[in-house]
Nanobody
Framework: QVQLVESGGGLVQAGGSLRLSCAASGRTFITNAMGWFRQAPGKEREFVAARSWIGSSTFYADFVKGRFTISRDNAKPTVYLQMNSLKPEDTAVYYC????????????????WGQGTQVTVSS
């Protein structure tokens, strides 16, 4: 099993920044990639960003390109999502996920999920 714990969410004004963290524990060696998803009230969960534990390839949803950055610290192991230039439409619960396969933008490609952290952006 792999456990994922997100932190770093909160309330921020439009144009501000937040950094989300996802601490992984347990059998992390079975995972190959990590992703961030988000779900706003009344909407489906959507892909935000992903990357593998090794290599430099990253993937982003079009609506966060240039504003969000996914990074990792393999030693901890922790994955981060740096969010800049936040907009009210970024308000959602953000989830961290781990895949035992490869980086993917589809939620079905992930095997483990965190409990989520709320991000609220005020206008």
């Amino acid at each position: 099993q792999v456990q994922l714990v997100e932190s770093g969410g909160g309330l921020v004004q439009a144009g501000g920044s937040l950094r989300l963290s996802c601490a992984a524990s347990g059998r992390t060696f079975i995972t190959n990639a990590m992703g961030w998803f988000r779900q706003a009230p009344g909407k489906e969960r959507e892909f935000v960003a992903a990357r593998s534990w090794i290599g430099s390839s990253t993937f982003y949803a079009d609506f966060v390109k240039g504003r969000f950055t996914i990074s990792r610290d393999n030693a901890k192991p922790t994955v981060y999502l740096q969010m800049n230039s936040l907009k009210p439409e970024d308000t959602a619960v953000y989830y961290c996920a781990a895949s035992t396969r490869r980086s993917t933008m589809t939620s079905t490609g992930y095997d483990y999920w965190g409990q989520g952290t709320q991000v609220t952006v005020s206008s």
